[in-house]
Every structure is written in C-alpha cells, then in structure tokens.
C-alpha cells in the first residue's frame, strides 16, 4: 500500500478583527490508495478549511501536503500549486453546478480545459461518466432542471471525469432530504468501490462516517484527536470527546481510586464526582489512584433495569458496577427509546433502551454498566 | 516533524492577471487630470508660482459666496421637486391598485433616456420668453417667464428631468416590500392614508435616503439645466460660473478650477451621506427580497384621482419631449401656432446641411457604443478582483472606480482640455471616448459589482477544482453568468452618453463634434427648428439603439446561455 494523500504539520489561521481563529493546528495524517477517509468533527472545527487546503482553494499558514507523487504544498519551499494545477476533484457542499451549462458540459469541461482539443474519446468518456453516476441520458437536459439527487450525481461525475487521484468531498448529502440521504450514501459507496479511488469525505454526520469510511479522522476546533478505523473510533475513543461526538457518550468526572488486586490489567476503579463506584477501561498509560479523571459510557452501553426499590445496585463485581437513577424522560423512537436518567449522585444520562419499557418519570431504576464498555480519561490530558 | 517557515500571503492570481493592469490604466486615466486641475487652482495665471489666491478671491468678492449659495439653493430645491414627484408616483403605482401603470412606466422611460439638453430646450419653448404657457394664459405674460427663468423655474424643471430616475432607485424597494407589513398598519388600526405615509414610507426610508443623496450628487454637478434657463436671468451656479469662466475672451483658467475644486468638495460631502445611507440599507432587514405581487392597498374611490394624479406627473416629466416633437414638424419660425401652423419635413432635411449634425451624431452613436464596451468590459474585471481578493491592489482599485463620481463633468472637461491641450489627442474623437470612459466607470462599477457578488465563489472553485486557469474560469463562468446585467450597464452607459454635455463641453468641437454640444451651440446661435428636428432624429436613434440591445440581451440569456 502507497499513501496517496501525505498531509504533514499544516498549519492554518485566520486573521479577524476577533483576534481571528486557528483553524487547522498542525494537522497530519496519510490516506492509502483506494480509501475511503472520512473528516469528522463539529461545526466549525475546521474539516472544510482542511479539504480545500488540499485543493489548492486556501492556502495554510504552514505545512506540506502531497498528492500521489507529486509534492503540491511546501510552506518551506514556498510551493503552493494552484488549484487547476492538482490532480483533484471536488464535490462542494452546494454542488456547484453551473448554471449556464446543460448536464453534458458541466461533465465535459474538466476535459475541455486540458490542452488540446475536444476529442471523440472526450466525448466517449463524458457519456460513460454520465453512465456511472445514473445520468445517461439526460445530457440535453439543463443543469438547473435536474432534481437534488440529480445534481448531486452531476456534481459526483464532474468531479471524477477528469480521473483525479484525490476525490474530495465536501458534506455531499447535506443538501438532500433524509430518505434521499440513505440511498445516495450507498450509492456513493458503491460508486467509490466501483472506480477505485481514493476518496476524503467530510460529514459531521456520525452514521454517514461510521458507514462510509474505510478510516475516519476525528477533529475538534481544528485539532486532530484520532485517526483509525470506524470500529478503533467507536470502540476505543482516544479522547472523551471522541466517544461524546461518534456515539453520542455520556462523559462525567471523577477520580480514580485504588483498585482491588483481582482487577485485570488495564481496568481502574473510579469514584465520581458523586461518590458512585465506576469501573472502566484505563485509556493512557501511567494513570494513577488520584488522578482526576473523566468517564465516558455511551447510551447503548447500560443496562437498564426496574424492580428494585432500594435503589442499590444489584450486583456488582470488578468490572461490573452499578448506578443508582430515576427517570427523568422516556421518548419512543421505534425499535428503541432513548430514554433520560438523573443518577443518585447527580448526573444526567442517556441510555438506549431496547423495545417500549414500561417507565413512567420518576421510577427509580438501576443502570449497569461494563469496564469493557466504560473508559476512564485523564482529565489533564483532554482537550477541552 | 519540524517547523517549517510560514507560508506569506501571496497576490491572488486575478489581482496579477487583470487587477494590476486594470490598477495601471486606471492611474493613467485619472491621475494626470487630477494633477493638472489641482496645479491649476493653485497657481497663479502664468502658472509660475504656488498660491492660494483663486480660492481668496472665491471668497472675497462676494460673488463666490452668492454661487455656492445658489448651488446649495438649486440642489436642495430641484432635489425636493425630484424626490417628492418620484415618491408620490412609485407609492401610487407600486403600493396601490390604481391602474394606467405601463402608461406612468413608459412616460418615465422616456423621460430618463432623453438627455438634459432636450428636456431644457424643450421646457424653453414651454416657459420661456415666448413659451407657450403664456400664449394659453396670457395674463401672466409679464411675470410667467421671469418666474420661469428663476430659481423656482430651474428647481421645477431639474426635479422634473431627475425625477424618472429618482424613481427608477425607489420603486424596487418599494415594489419588494412585503404587504404583510402594510397590513399589520391597517390591523392595528391604520387608516390608508396613514399606512401610507407612516409604514410604506418608513419601510422604504433607506433607499430613499440613498435616492435622495444620489440625486442630490447629481444635481449639485449638473450642468445643462442651469446654462439654458438658469444664466437666462443671472442665476449661477458652480457649474455654470466654471463654464462662463473658461468661455471668456480671456480664459480664467485658474478661477474655473478652484470653483470645480469647491463643487467637487461639496460633492463628496453628497457622496459620502450617500455610501452612508446605503450601508444602512443593507442592514434593514424588513424589506424582504420576494416578489410579492398581492396585498396592494385598494383604493377605491381614490383609484382614478389617484391614476389621474401619476398619470399627470409622468407626464410633465416627457411633455418638454413632446413639445419638441411638435416643434420639429412645423416649419418656420412662427411658434407656438395653434391653428395657423404650417407642417412638414422641412426641419428634417435641414439636418443634413448644417455643418457637423449628422457626423456629432455618428460620433456620439459611435462613441456611446465604445464606451459602453470599454466600461464594462474594464469595470467588470474589475469588480471580480475586488470581490474575489482582498489586497492592496484590491482596495486601490476601489477607491479609484469610486473617484470619478465626486469629479463634475464640467471639471473633468478642463481637466482634459488643460491636460491634453497640446498633445496628439485634442480634437481628435479619441479623447472624447477617453472622458466618457473615465465618467463612467463609477456607474459600470455599480452595475458589475453587484452583478459579480450573484455569482457564488464556489461556482468558481469548482472551475479551478475542474483545471481552469483564472482566464478561463472568468471567460467560461463569471462571464456567462453576469452577462445579463452587462448587458443592461452597456444600454445604460450608451444612453447616458448620449446626454454628456458638460463632460465634453470644451473638448468637443468642429474637430470632433458629438451631440450635447452641438444641440447646445445650435440653439444658442440658430435656428430652433433644425435643433427640434435634430433632437428628435437622436432620441429616435438611442431608443432604436436600445430597444435592439434588448432584443439582443434577450435572444442571449434565451439561446446562448442555455
Ligand atoms: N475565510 C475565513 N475567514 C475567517 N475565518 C474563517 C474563514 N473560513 C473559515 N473560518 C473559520 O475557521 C474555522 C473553521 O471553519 P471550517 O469552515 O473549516 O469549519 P467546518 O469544520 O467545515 O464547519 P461546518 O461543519 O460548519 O462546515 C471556523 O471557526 C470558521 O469561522
Ligand atoms: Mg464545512
């Protein structure tokens, strides 16, 4: 395997009567030939400055970037190839589809702006294109009178016409409605297998990159906190933030405590800051009894059970504990309810609940949790 | 890794390719002229020392002081007139039921393509010594043309030759405003008169204040109006008196630039209200942009009064037009006629055999034509830079598309004939085109600036994205797309053109004769006849010119763009 995309300490800032934003903090990270990489992160957090950095659209502050063999950004060299000049092709948020052209020319002018004339083979390959992306036949058709989806292929097939190396894609389903979304996501999908190339795609949408991506890439206020791929994200975030954001996790603070010597290795036993008993995975090294730390546990990772009216945990053990809460608000969602807990020591949570549980606001439950599903922080080393 | 230098903010590639030639050719044009009249108003008549004595004498001789008071006293005076007879007419006709709308639309675009001069004359042989006014009313023979020739005439007429296009800038905010807002008036217990006055007018207080202003800057540097009625009884203005200076036996020269100097001052401060009021109204958010077409106030019983009112006031701003249509038929000298008028086309062949008409009309068709191009072909590259880039080229360029608009015509005609006097140019068409093109710019500015800010960057990204290099992506993208509204600056320019008397008042000549100046001469010397005729013959040919560029634009955006 070759990266295809190097990216290496590229450094952003905007100037702004505010004092301005530092929008990409020394980002980097390399995409394999043929991956499919996805920039997720908050709004604001730096994902499309990021993507048309690499296009050649803004220009960062520092850093190289290079695409296949080709060296297209060297702060040090003072190199900075021009957009037209990169073997990219972009999919914009808005599609971007010009107006003024019917669906066969917005395709083909990639190709009409390489030297030489507007060959046969051109032509050919515009159709083909136009084949793949399910638009075979609307050539004629004026590019404004396509529907959302429509455009979204149009935008798709003028970004891969010219064969690029990099495809980039900036929040392409963003635009759709959300059953349109589901569909195209798969047929994005299976466009992307289908030729093979090497796709960055930014989303803030969690379900579209867990789906998509063959590795995602976590930001936060133009930080990279994690690179890895969808099950590394989801299963072992490498910040709170990281399990907060992809799995919607529940995060509280506490600190940790001396653990029996029964405990496995690389399991801690935190106090909250509310005095329950939490056991979880240690993410980092060297955490020690009285570090403050932060605990993470997603929704789907409790249990949730009724019945006991002393309020204490049923069982527990060295990687199994128990906390005490009461309903605060049932919402049915269909195959599941999402449903909201106060614990007893003063945190709100949310848990995911499978089926329609009988629960009415202010029974008292309990939640159980795992040390394989709960992962304990040290709150120092987060970014906040 | 290690740290790497950082990267120093590069000019964009259109500030390279197109911003800094624009930069150059836009310093060429403006910067000589701007030199020479300020060396000329502070330096004394040999032009061998500095001094400060023009603007002394401006202000010891008493007449100086009367000028600038005049000036403020017609500006404040025709401005009124304009605005009041624009709001009053674009509140009728866009807020209201009242019919006869095409009608009122028509009359006002007549009135605004045809050029000042025509207006004035034709308000002559309506008012004047012999106007026809004092034939229908001939009791107020004694006092009619004096009051006419006055302050009060001037005002009236200039408000009505500026009122078309007051209206033309109040009537979209108006037309875009939404009923709902009327409607909430009238809820809460508004009468119609009083929504009117109160909610409609308010809403639209930003656009009419930036009509206001604008109309004020162009008043406070017109020309034509105050030379053919205002000189007639000793009313002058800056204008006019920089006018009769250089027109003297012997030229002043220095005088005549100081008092340009003090108009372009007063005219900044015009200008500056103007970018003030603008701002603002970008920033009042009540006026929502869709084209609501329902909720118009029904007036009822008010309907025909109320069409009757706009359909009268639209039409005083054409009938000096129509007057000089009249005029051009009837042949002889005995005029206003009633019923002893002998008709024909005799005005018409007289065209032809006076020395100079029908080439200043070729020339001003034919010039119009190039400026128009060169503008917006100039100011819409322009435009594109600064909107896309941020840089010092950028702001340059900004501010040097804005000077022009505080520079008079009648200063930048001295300005040219002092600069050019004795170079290749002088006489020669080529320095005509060259003011037009300098006055214009500003207004090219305003058409392609907006036009480009339409045309969302990432249409643009995608084009570079795609592997066009800048050129191509103006050419294949931002071009096709603002064609449209260049289309419509290019008819603008043209028209506007067409109507320069003071821009080229002392440039123009036997040399290089176009029409503003030739009517002008004409009817100063000779006979009004070829001069009705001759108007006529060029309000016929600038509206067939536009009315062709409409058909074009229309078979354009139709065929070409889609
Ligand atoms: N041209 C600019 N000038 C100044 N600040 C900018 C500019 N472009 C982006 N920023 C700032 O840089 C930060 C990152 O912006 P960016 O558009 O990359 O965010 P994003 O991750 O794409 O967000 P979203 O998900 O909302 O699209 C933001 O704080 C933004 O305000
Ligand atoms: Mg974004």
């Known amino acids: 395997m070759t990266a295809v995309l190097r990216v290496e300490g590229v450094d952003k800032r905007f100037h702004g009567a505010d004092g301005g934003t530092h929008a990409l903090h020394e980002i980097g990270f390399e995409v394999e030939e043929g991956e499919f990489f996805t920039l997720i992160g908050p709004s604001g957090c730096g994902k499309t400055t990021l993507l048309r950095s690499l296009a050649g659209l803004e220009t960062p502050d520092a850093g190289l970037i290079s695409i296949g063999d080709l060296s297209v950004f060297d702060s040090s060299r003072r190199l900075n190839m021009r957009p037209e000049k990169r073997p990219t092709g972009m999919v914009f948020q808005s599609y971007a589809i010009w107006p003024h052209m019917n669906v066969f020319e917005n395709v083909a002018f990639p190709l009409r702006c390489r030297p030489g004339r507007f060959s046969q083979s051109d032509r050919k390959r515009v159709s083909e294109i136009l084949e793949i992306v399910g638009l075979g036949g609307y050539e004629r058709r004026n590019a404004t009178d396509l529907s959302g989806g429509q455009q979204q292929r149009l935008a798709l097939g003028r970004a891969l016409v010219g064969e690029p190396r990099l495809l980039l894609l900036d929040e392409p389903l963003s635009n759709l409605d959300a059953l349109l979304r589901v569909t195209m996501r798969a047929e994005l999908k299976r466009l992307q297998r289908e030729v093979g190339i090497t796709t960055v795609y930014v989303t803030h949408d969690q379900s579209e990159a867990l789906s998509l991506s063959d590795r995602i890439a976590v930001f936060k206020s133009g930080q990279l906190l994690q690179v890895g791929s969808p099950e590394e994200v989801y299963n072992r975030p490498a910040q709170p933030f990281v399990g907060e954001f992809l799995g919607g996790a529940n995060a509280f603070d506490g600190s940790l405590v001396p653990s029996p010597s029964s405990i496995p290795t690389g399991v801690g036993t935190a106090r909250s800051s509310g005095g329950s008993r939490v056991v979880g995975t240690l993410m980092g090294d060297a955490l020690t009894p009285g570090d403050d730390v932060r605990i993470v546990v997603r929704p789907d990772a409790m249990q949730l059970s009724t019945g006991n009216s002393s309020g204490a945990p049923q069982f527990e053990s060295d990687t199994i504990y128990g906390l005490a809460a009461t309903i605060n608000q049932c919402m049915f969602n269909g195959s599941f309810s999402e449903v909201m807990v106060d614990t007893a020591d003063g945190f709100r949570l949310n848990v995911i609940v499978p089926g329609t549980p009988r629960l009415t606001l202010g029974d008292s439950v309990t939640l159980t949790g795992s040390a394989e599903q709960t992962y304990i922080y040290r709150t120092t080393g987060a970014v906040a | 890794m290690t740290r790497v230098a950082p990267m120093r903010a590069r000019l964009g590639q259109r500030s390279k390719i197109f911003g800094l030639p624009i930069m150059v050719i836009l310093l060429a044009l403006i910067v000589p002229l701007l030199v020479r009249i300020v060396i000329l108003a502070f330096s004394n008549s040999t032009g061998t020392a500095a001094t400060l004595d023009n603007f002394v004498r401006i202000w010891n001789n008493g007449v100086g002081l009367q000028i600038l008071g005049n000036t403020l006293l017609y ?488």
Not at chain 2, 127 to 155: A, E, H, K, M, T
Not at chain 2, 242 to 248: D, F, I, K
Request: a positive charge.
């Open chain 2, 75 to 562: 500006t404040l005076g025709a401005t009124f007139v304009a605005i009041l007879v624009a709001l009053v007419i674009a509140i009728i006709v866009e807020r209201t039921d009242a019919p006869g709308r095409i009608a009122v639309y028509a009359m006002l675009a007549l009135g605004f393509g045809v050029p000042s001069v025509i207006h004035g004359i034709g308000w002559t042989l309506i008012g004047g010594r012999v106007g026809i006014l004092w034939n229908i009313f001939p009791w107020l023979q004694d006092v009619g043309p004096n009051l006419f020739y006055s302050w009060f005439g001037l005002c009236i007429v200039t408000g009505l030759r500026f009122a078309p296009i007051a209206f033309f800038l109040v009537a979209p905010a108006l037309r875009a405003m939404d009923p709902s807002l009327e409607e909430a008036a009238r809820v809460a217990g508004a009468g119609r008169f009083r929504m009117l006055t109160r909610i409609t007018l308010g809403l639209s207080r930003p656009s009419l204040l930036a009509a206001v202003f604008l109309v004020g800057l162009l008043v406070v540097q017109h020309f034509d109006l105050p030379a053919l009625i205002g000189t007639q009884s000793g009313f002058i203005v800056l204008s006019t008196e920089v006018y009769s200076l250089v027109q003297r036996n012997f030229p002043d020269y220095n005088g005549a630039a100081a008092y340009s100097i003090v108009l372009a001052i007063v005219a900044v401060i015009a200008l500056v209200a103007y970018f003030r009021a603008t701002a603002q109204a970008k920033r009042f958010g009540v006026i929502s942009g869709k084209g609501y077409r329902s909720g118009r106030v029904r007036l009822e019983g008010w309907r025909i009064p109320s069409a009757i009112l706009v359909i009268v006031l639209a039409f005083c701003t054409v009938v000096p037009v129509l007057v000089l249509l009249w005029r051009s038929f009837v042949t002889g000298n005995d005029f206003p006629c009633f019923t002893t008028c002998t008709y024909g086309f005799s005005n018409f062949s007289d065209i032809g055999s006076t020395a100079g008409l029908i080439t200043s009309g070729v020339n001003s068709i034919v010039l119009g034509l190039l400026a128009g191009l060169i503008v917006v072909l100039l100011t819409v590259l322009l435009s594109w830079v600064t909107v896309r880039e941020s840089n010092r080229i950028t702001r340059l360029l900004d501010q040097l598309g804005s000077i022009p608009l505080v520079l008079s015509g009648i200063l930048l005609s001295l300005a040219f004939l002092q600069t050019y006097a004795k170079s290749f140019l002088y006489n020669s068409v080529f320095l005509i085109l060259i003011a037009y093109v300098v006055f214009y710019i500003p207004f090219g500015v305003r058409f392609t600036y907006s036009a480009v800010v339409g045309v969302r960057g990432e249409l643009e990204e995608a084009a570079s994205v795609a592997g066009a290099r800048p050129t191509t992506v103006f050419r294949r993208i931002v071009f096709p797309l603002v064609l449209p509204s260049l289309l419509t600056a290019f008819v603008f320019i043209f028209l506007a053109s067409m109507e320069q008397l003071s821009l080229v008042v002392f440039i123009s000549g036997a040399g290089n004769p176009v029409v503003g100046p030739e009517i002008f001469r004409l009817w100063q010397t000779s006979s009004i006849s070829v001069v009705a005729a001759f108007s006529v013959g060029v309000v016929l040919a600038g509206f067939i010119i536009v009315g062709a560029g409409w058909l074009i634009s229309r078979l354009v955006t139709r065929h070409i763009l889609r």
